[in-house]
Structures are given as structure tokens and as C-alpha cells.
């Protein structure tokens, strides 16, 4: 999320001991971001992109079924494991390679959209940068986005968020504020924005499926070991049972910068 740190001090981020959770309850942008992205020329049929950071594949599953010609790359082999049965299950052909973005590397590729959904705040920037110039195609676009719910104005996620905060205080991808920036942080020098958006939208949960979501995230079930996992999921199942229907909406805020290289 824009201006929230990617260190959290003393805890190792694994995203591979979320992949269970991520794949079965971790919504992936709900329609409208592709509609939008499309409308501004990304995702479109026969296109060319690569989905950095892409985990279970989300993005690059949706940009699979509207015809895209698609490669995700991820960090932890169990996400892109994941992500290679899920497009399986589909019936969708994407190539996924299991390499840290700082690494990627292809003898002759390039790219119409390179796209980093939630995860650019943790690469190496200075690394990562040139091999996006690299393989962009004459013409293309990096697309970053982020998918982040307002704990600042939804009381379920700002209840959840103190309760990680209880179980994980080195945790700092709290409390976001909903600023989205012209250009995202570090950027300006590399990159001019050609179009952006956000907008907020409500995304239905029940209460098993939040208590995924957030066992799926980068405080919890992304640093801390299986017993403490458990032990705040079961506060975390009292909490909402206290404070939610079964049924309940949690308030996303949405955005994308699509950008041409300087």
C-alpha cells in the first residue's frame, strides 16, 4: 500500500505459508479494476504481460481469461505452485516461473504491460527498474495497483487490524490513510504516469472468509509460527462474532498508475 513500510522489524516475511489461505480467501480486484484498466488500453485480447509479485495468480488469471498472453513470476515456490493449479483447474494457459523479481530474466521477451498488484513496495527498486525497462515493449506500460481495505473508516477491518497488532506488534502495514499519490513513491524519477484511477468499492465477506483473508496476510499468517496463528484466529473468530453478521461488506479502496518509461 502506498506510503507503509515493506520491513516489518524482526519478522521474516514468508508469503508461501499463506498460499492455502491466499488461493481459497484472498480476493484477488473485483471486475470493475479490469474493466477500467482495459478501458485505459491494458488487458486487452492478444496482449502480451508479465505480472510481477503475482502469487496465486490473480491478475494474471484474469488477464489469461480475457485473452492475454500472460507470465507471472513470484518469490515463494509454493504461491507459483498454487497459481499453476489454479490456472490449471481453469483450463487457462499462463506460464509462471518461480524467481525473485530482482532476478527475472528472458532472451528475448517483451512486454506490451508489466503489472505489480500489492507487492512493488517490496522489491529492490534500483534493481528491479532496469529489467523493467528492459522488457517493456516499444510502447508499453508499467501498471502498479493496490487493493487495500480503509481501516480508518471501516470498523470490522480497523477491529482486526488492532487485534493483529495484539498478536504481531512489528507489524506496519497498518492504519492506511487512503492517500494514493501522483506517481507512486520512488517512481518519478524512472517513469511518467500516462493514466491513473481509484475508487472505492464494498467487498462482501462472511466472517470464515475475512478470518482468511486475513490469516492470508503479511501480519499474520505471512510471520508468525502455526501456534500463533491459531491462537488469533480463534480470538479473531470471537471478535467477529461479536461485531459482524455473517454476512458483511468491508470498504476497499482501489487505484492503478499506468506509466511510460522516461
Known amino acids: ?10 519478522m521474516k516475511i514468508d508469503w508461501g505459508k499463506t498460499s492455502l489461505d491466499y488461493a481459497q480467501y484472498r480476493p484477488g480486484p473485483p471486475l470493475s479494476f479490469y474493466s477500467k484498466l482495459q478501458t485505459l488500453g491494458v488487458g486487452k485480447k492478444g496482449q ?32 507459483i505452485k498454487m497459481a499453476e493449479t489454479l490456472a490449471s483447474m481453469e483450463h487457462l494457459a499462463v506460464t509462471f516461473k518461480a524467481v525473485p523479481t530482482e532476478e527475472i530474466s528472458f532472451s ?9 498488484n500489492q507487492c512493488f513496495l517490496y522489491f529492490d527498486k534500483t534493481k528491479v527498474v532496469p529489467l523493467i525497462k528492459k522488457y517493456l515493449a516499444v510502447s508499453g506500460v508499467f501498471v502498479t495497483s ?63 472468509e475475512w478470518r482468511g483473508r486475513i490469516r492470508a496476510s503479511r501480519g499474520i499468517g505471512a510471520a508468525l509460527l502455526p501456534d500463533q496463528i491459531e491462537l488469533f484466529d480463534r480470538e479473531h473468530e470471537e471478535l467477529l462474532k461479536e461485531i459482524a453478521e455473517e454476512k458483511f461488506q468491508i470498504i476497499h479502496r482501489i487505484d492503478a498508475h499506468i506509466m511510460s518509461p522516461k
Not at 506510503?3 to 516489518?8: A, F, T
Not at 488477464?63 to 492475454?68: D, E, T
Not at 511518467?192 to 464494498?202: A, H
Open 146 to 208: 493496490h487493493f487495500s481495505w480503509l481501516p480508518l473508516i471501516d470498523k470490522i477491518a480497523h477491529a482486526s487490524e488492532q487485534l493483529i497488532l495484539k498478536h504481531n506488534p512489528n507489524w506496519t502495514a497498518h492504519s492506511f490513510k487512503g492517500v494514493v499519490p501522483l506517481i507512486p513513491y520512488g517512481l518519478g524519477d524512472a517513469f511518467e504516469v500516462v493514466d491513473s484511477f481509484y475508487y472505492d468499492q464494498p467487498i462482501e465477506f462472511t466472517r470464515e
Open 108 to 116: 528475448d521477451a517483451k512486454f506490451d504491460a508489466i503489472t505489480a
Open 1 to 10: 500500500m502506498h506510503g507503509l513500510g515493506n520491513i516489518d522489524p524482526g
Open 48 to 79: 502480451r504481460i508479465l505480472d510481477l509479485g503475482t502469487g496465486t495468480g490473480v491478475l494474471a488469471r484474469q488477464f489469461a481469461k480475457q485473452g492475454c498472453l500472460v507470465t507471472g513470476t513470484d518469490l515463494a515456490p509454493e504461491q
